[in-house]
């Protein structure tokens, strides 16, 4: 398609004369029209220039694969050898069997699924609340959703450790208007690592929301309404439905970020949340044990891709998170 | 309070009946906005648990960074990996998005998921993967290493977004210029990219962003003098409260801010 244009052209102006018979050999042999003497000659340039138009990717392979698809095999490689050097599932069956491993996976469940469903119920309304505004409204409103997207994670995370301190804000605050008497500890533990979560995964969830909800004409709550339903009911009858796809693309996403959370729980959480990202640091740094390391963070990625892929099979998130060509 | 009982849409819904609706919204905003927006009067507290509003004010904490040595240090290192890994990444992320798009052969699409994997394997994983590799390799606390492992993070997003670039755009213009005797590369910087500035400059943005704000991988592969600035924050946080980031965060947010701005000013989107 793209390469057939101009080497057509060249290939026409130079096929034309080859209807006369006084012209070069390789013009006047064959007998078929123009066209169909320089097809697989075309044919053949545009196979060779899309092979050169692929080649335009390779330096991007060649990077994923030098820093993320051989390190990380070699990894589940490693994974695969216990601590006196034989191949073994030791360092998978372990997982299993340890009362702390299955704790770690637990608690890192727990937090992504409260922090997914605390961002649903801030998140929804508030999209709402955007999506029904006149789009110049609108876009302060997600100014104020952008500002913190855009902060540094760690810029995020401090303030809450300020704001949340025993002598914080919060505290401070609580006691003059006399709503508790002693500091309450809101930090270093499971509280503060989700309010700090659902700070920094909040934008995940609104973006795709009030994307999907503003595609959502307004026609279809009229026609609704004209047809006697409350605006309650058009609401769970038409609108809920139709903001489903937004709705689900943000939890996916919401969720799998969370899974794999550090910076936010390893500072908020005060030790006392710990996730399999933390469990991992931790292997290395103290004890370099990169077997353990290494399965648990194969462990860490199947989960995501899993989910990942049931969402992709049942949701067709690439329609929402783009992708590939015009998909 | 008459606006109460008016519609607030085409759908007899009245600002009444959705009141709730609104104070929601706006405690949310709240919720979303102050935290962030609270270090700044916070950063120029004199005392060490930064008071709300400060009793005494003062530049302490902004002494104690640029006085620091190694907070500057730390801060060269990261805006210097930050501009390289745009550098490196925004070419290459642009020639891949071209490449898959204008080839369009059916391993295009295997390939572009390929080279958005770095955005689905968990952080973690990749940080110890390139911490290995690069023992091995002897790039552990190293520009070109660091520069490498954040060029492969940004890869994925640059890419979606120089996609999305491409795929708005009308590919006959280009068509047009070769016909008339452009080559391909000519065709491309003079038709092609000037039309996908847009989408070229955010993927360099983002390139920018996510290196400078990369905490994990930079934990295990840097150090020493080649310490990023949020590695040292992230550590200097999970040990004790130093009021000195909060001036580090205050300004790290109005460089944001500006940013945003900026681009809503004179930012127009070339993907519709």
């Given at each position: 398609m793209?390469?057939?244009?101009?080497?057509?052209?060249?290939?026409?102006?130079?096929?034309?004369?080859?209807?006369?018979?006084?012209?070069?050999?390789?013009?006047?042999?064959?007998?078929?029209?123009?066209?169909?003497?320089?097809?697989?000659?075309?044919?053949?340039?545009?196979?060779?220039?899309?092979?050169?138009?692929?080649?335009?990717?390779?330096?991007?392979?060649?990077?994923?694969?030098?820093?993320?698809?051989i390190?990380?095999?070699?990894?589940?490689?490693?994974?695969?050898?216990?601590?006196?050097?034989?191949?073994s599932?030791?360092?998978?069956?372990?997982?299993?069997?340890?009362?702390?491993?299955?704790?770690?996976?637990?608690?890192?469940?727990?937090?992504?699924?409260?922090?997914t469903?605390?961002?649903?119920?801030?998140?929804?309304?508030?999209?709402?609340?955007?999506?029904?505004?006149?789009?110049?409204?609108?876009?302060?409103?997600?100014?104020?959703?952008?500002?913190?997207?855009?902060?540094?994670?760690?810029?995020?995370?401090?303030?809450?450790?300020?704001?949340?301190?025993?002598?914080?804000?919060?505290?401070?605050?609580?006691?003059?208007?006399?709503?508790?008497?002693?500091?309450?500890?809101?930090?270093?533990?499971?509280?503060?690592?989700?309010?700090?979560?659902?700070?920094?995964?909040?934008?995940?969830?609104?973006?795709?929301?009030?994307?999907?909800m503003?595609?959502?004409?307004?026609d279809?709550?009229?026609?609704?309404?004209?047809?006697g339903?409350?605006?309650?009911?058009?609401?769970?009858?038409?609108?809920?439905?139709?903001?489903?796809?937004?709705?689900?693309?943000?939890?996916?996403?919401?969720?799998?970020?969370?899974?794999?959370?550090?910076?936010?729980?390893?500072?908020?959480?005060?030790?006392?949340?710990?996730?399999?990202?933390m469990?991992?640091?931790?292997?290395?740094?103290?004890?370099?044990?990169?077997?353990?390391?290494?399965?648990?963070?194969?462990?860490?990625?199947?989960?995501?891709?899993?989910?990942?892929?049931?969402?992709?099979?049942?949701?067709?998130?690439?329609?929402?998170?783009?992708?590939?060509?015009?998909? | 309070?008459?606006?109460?009982?008016?519609?607030?849409?085409?759908?007899?819904?009245?600002?009444?009946?959705r009141?709730?609706?609104y104070?929601?919204?706006?405690?949310?905003?709240?919720?979303?906005?102050?935290?962030t927006?609270?270090?700044i009067p916070?950063?120029?507290?004199?005392?060490?648990?930064?008071?709300f509003?400060?009793r005494?004010?003062?530049?302490?904490?902004?002494?104690?960074?640029?006085?620091?040595?190694?907070?500057?240090?730390?801060?060269?290192?990261?805006?210097?990996?930050?501009?390289?890994?745009?550098?490196?990444?925004?070419?290459?992320?642009?020639?891949?998005?071209?490449?898959?798009?204008v080839?369009?052969?059916?391993?295009?699409?295997?390939?572009?998921?390929?080279?958005?994997t770095?955005?689905?394997?968990?952080?973690?994983?990749i940080?110890?993967?390139?911490?290995?590799?690069?023992?091995?390799?002897?790039?552990?606390?190293?520009?070109?290493?660091?520069?490498?492992?954040?060029?492969?993070?940004?890869?994925?997003?640059c890419l979606?977004?120089?996609?999305?670039?491409?795929?708005?755009?009308?590919?006959?213009q280009?068509r047009?210029?070769?016909?008339?005797?452009?080559?391909?590369?000519?065709?491309?910087?003079?038709?092609?990219?000037?039309?996908?500035?847009?989408?070229?400059?955010?993927?360099?943005?983002?390139?920018?962003?996510?290196?400078?704000?990369?905490?994990?991988?930079?934990?295990?592969?840097?150090?020493?003098?080649?310490?990023?600035?949020?590695?040292?924050?992230?550590?200097?946080?999970?040990?004790?409260?130093?009021?000195?980031?909060?001036?580090?965060?205050?300004?790290?947010?109005?460089?944001?801010?500006?940013?945003?701005?900026?681009?809503?000013?004179?930012?127009?989107?070339?993907?519709?």
């Amino acid at each position: 398609m793209t390469t057939g244009q101009s080497a057509g052209q060249d290939a026409n102006l130079k096929a034309s004369p080859s209807t006369g018979p006084s012209h070069g050999p390789s013009y006047g042999l064959a007998p078929a029209p123009s066209h169909g003497l320089n097809a697989d000659e075309l044919r053949r340039d545009e196979a060779r220039e899309r092979l050169v138009m692929f080649g335009l990717s390779v330096p991007a392979i060649m990077l994923v694969l030098a820093i993320i698809v051989i390190p990380v095999g070699w990894l589940f490689w490693l994974s695969l050898f216990n601590d006196e050097g034989a191949l073994s599932l030791d360092n998978y069956t372990r997982m299993l069997d340890s009362k702390s491993y299955t704790r770690i996976f637990m608690t890192t469940f727990n937090v992504s699924v409260l922090t997914t469903g605390i961002c649903v119920l801030i998140a929804y309304p508030f999209s709402y609340f955007l999506s029904q505004l006149p789009k110049r409204w609108a876009a302060l409103g997600l100014f104020a959703v952008l500002l913190p997207f855009w902060t540094s994670l760690l810029v995020r995370t401090y303030a809450w450790l300020v704001v949340l301190q025993r002598k914080g804000l919060v505290n401070q605050w609580g006691i003059e208007l006399g709503l508790w008497e002693q500091p309450l500890k809101l930090v270093h533990n499971l509280n503060g690592t989700l309010v700090g979560m659902v700070h920094i995964m909040l934008p995940f969830m609104v973006l795709p929301l009030y994307g999907s909800m503003r595609a959502i004409s307004l026609d279809y709550m009229k026609a609704a309404s004209n047809l006697g339903a409350s605006p309650a009911r058009a609401f769970w009858t038409v609108f809920f439905p139709l903001s489903l796809p937004g709705l689900f693309a943000g939890m996916v996403v919401v969720f799998v970020l969370c899974l794999g959370f550090f910076v936010t729980p390893a500072v908020l959480g005060g030790g006392k949340v710990v996730m399999v990202s933390m469990k991992i640091e931790t292997l290395i740094d103290l004890f370099f044990n990169f077997g353990t390391a290494s399965a648990l963070g194969v462990v860490l990625m199947v989960l995501t891709l899993a989910v990942l892929f049931l969402a992709h099979r049942l949701l067709q998130l690439d329609r929402v998170l783009g992708g590939g060509r015009g998909a | 309070m008459s606006w109460l009982s008016k519609p607030a849409s085409d759908i007899q819904i009245t600002h009444g009946a959705r009141l709730w609706l609104y104070v929601v919204a706006v405690l949310i905003t709240m919720f979303l906005v102050i935290p962030t927006l609270i270090v700044i009067p916070m950063s120029f507290s004199d005392s060490q648990y930064l008071e709300f509003p400060p009793r005494i004010w003062s530049l302490r904490w902004y002494d104690n960074y640029f006085g620091s040595t190694e907070w500057m240090t730390a801060t060269w290192v990261s805006v210097k990996a930050a501009l390289f890994t745009v550098l490196v990444a925004t070419p290459v992320a642009t020639m891949a998005a071209y490449g898959l798009y204008v080839s369009n052969v059916r391993a295009a699409r295997f390939i572009f998921v390929l080279l958005i994997t770095p955005m689905m394997v968990p952080v973690i994983l990749i940080a110890i993967g390139v911490f290995f590799a690069y023992a091995k390799l002897k790039l552990n606390n190293t520009m070109p290493g660091l520069v490498l492992a954040h060029t492969v993070l940004a890869l994925p997003m640059c890419l979606i977004v120089v996609s999305a670039g491409l795929r708005s755009y009308d590919m006959n213009q280009e068509r047009v210029a070769r016909s008339l005797g452009a080559s391909r590369l000519k065709a491309f910087l003079l038709i092609t990219l000037p039309q996908i500035r847009f989408s070229v400059v955010s993927g360099a943005l983002l390139a920018f962003v996510v290196s400078f704000d990369e905490v994990i991988v930079a934990l295990f592969i840097s150090g020493g003098d080649m310490s990023t600035i949020t590695r040292s924050m992230f550590l200097a946080l999970r040990d004790q409260i130093d009021p000195t980031i909060a001036s580090i965060s205050t300004i790290l947010i109005l460089i944001t801010t500006a940013a945003l701005v900026l681009t809503q000013v004179f930012g127009k989107s070339d993907s519709g």
